[in-house]
T-cell receptor
Framework: AQKVTQAQTEISVVEKEDVTLDCVYETRDTTYYLFWYKQPPSGELVFLIRRNSFDEQNEISGRYSWNFQKSTSSFNFTITASQVVDSAVYFCALSEVADSGGGADGLTFGKGTHLIIQP | ETGVTQSPTHLIKTRGQQVTLRCSSQSGHNTVSWYQQALGQGPQFIFQYYREEENGRGNFPPRFSGLQFPNYSSELNVNALELDDSALYLC??????????????FGPGTRLTVL
C-alpha cells in the first residue's frame, strides 16, 4: 500500500526566511507520480507541481524549488524568501501508475504541513 | 476557461439522511475524482469516474456512490449519513488518455455537516 508522510504538522517562520517542507513516501511501484498542492484558508487545493519517478532532476519555479531523491523516497519543497501570502496548508501526494482499468489515479495525500509566515 | 465548480457550498443534514453533491469539471477534462477531507487531515480518495464508469475506488463503503454524465459533470451520493461523514468533499477533474498520473484540478469543495 502507498503512504505519504509529512512529519511537520506546523511550521512558523518570519517573512523572508527560507523554509523547507518535508515529504517521505512509500510505494511498491517503480513507476509513480508525486505532487504538491497548496490549500489556502479558502479551502481550494491549488496544484503546484507533478514529478514522475523517472525524473530526479530538481526543479525551480520562481521562489519555489523541489528536491526529489528516490534513494531516500523523499520529495521536499523549499520556499525561498517566504512571503505572508505563502501561508497555507501544503500537501504532498502520490499517485501510482495503472495501465489497466482506464488508468485510475486516485491521489494518496499526506496529512499536510500548516505553514505560517509572520510579517 | 472555466474551472471546477461544486454545489452546494455548504450543507447541513441529519444522521440517516441521504445527500447528493454536484461537480462540474474543467473544460476539456474527461475524468472526475472525489475526495473526503476531515478537519485537520489530508484528502482521502473516494472514487474516480472515467467515461461515465467508476474506474477506481478508495476505502469507502458502498453507501458512497457516484455518477458521471456525458458532459463529464459528476454527482456524489451518500446514503444513511453518519456523524463521521461530516467533512469537506472535494471534486477534482483531469484529462486522461487512459493512463494515470494526470494532474488533477480541484474545486472549492462542499462542506457537509451531519447532526
Amino acid at each position: 500500500a502507498q503512504k505519504v508522510t509529512q512529519a511537520q504538522t506546523e511550521i512558523s517562520v518570519v517573512e523572508k526566511e527560507d523554509v523547507t517542507l518535508d515529504c517521505v513516501y512509500e510505494t511498491r511501484d517503480t513507476t509513480y507520480y508525486l505532487f504538491w498542492y497548496k490549500q489556502p484558508p479558502s479551502g481550494e487545493l491549488v496544484f503546484l507541481i507533478r514529478r514522475n519517478s523517472f525524473d530526479e532532476q530538481n526543479e525551480i519555479s520562481g521562489r519555489y524549488s523541489w528536491n526529489f531523491q528516490k534513494s531516500t523516497s523523499s520529495f521536499n519543497f523549499t520556499i525561498t524568501a517566504s512571503q505572508v501570502v505563502d501561508s497555507a496548508v501544503y500537501f504532498c501526494a502520490l499517485s501510482e501508475v495503472a495501465d489497466s482499468g482506464g488508468g485510475a489515479d486516485g491521489l494518496t495525500f499526506g496529512k499536510g504541513t500548516h505553514l505560517i509566515i509572520q510579517p | 476557461e472555466t474551472g471546477v465548480t461544486q454545489s452546494p457550498t455548504h450543507l447541513i443534514k441529519t444522521r440517516g439522511q441521504q445527500v447528493t453533491l454536484r461537480c462540474s469539471s474543467q473544460s476539456g477534462h474527461n475524468t472526475v475524482s472525489w475526495y473526503q477531507q476531515a478537519l485537520g487531515q489530508g484528502p482521502q480518495f473516494i472514487f474516480q469516474y472515467y467515461r461515465e464508469e467508476e474506474n477506481g475506488r478508495g476505502n469507502f463503503p458502498p453507501r458512497f456512490s457516484g455518477l458521471q454524465f456525458p458532459n463529464y459533470s459528476s454527482e456524489l451520493n451518500v446514503n444513511a449519513l453518519e456523524l463521521d461523514d461530516s467533512a469537506l468533499y472535494l471534486c477534482a477533474s483531469s484529462f486522461s488518455s487512459g493512463r494515470s498520473g494526470n494532474e488533477q484540478f480541484f474545486g472549492p469543495g462542499t462542506r457537509l455537516t451531519v447532526l
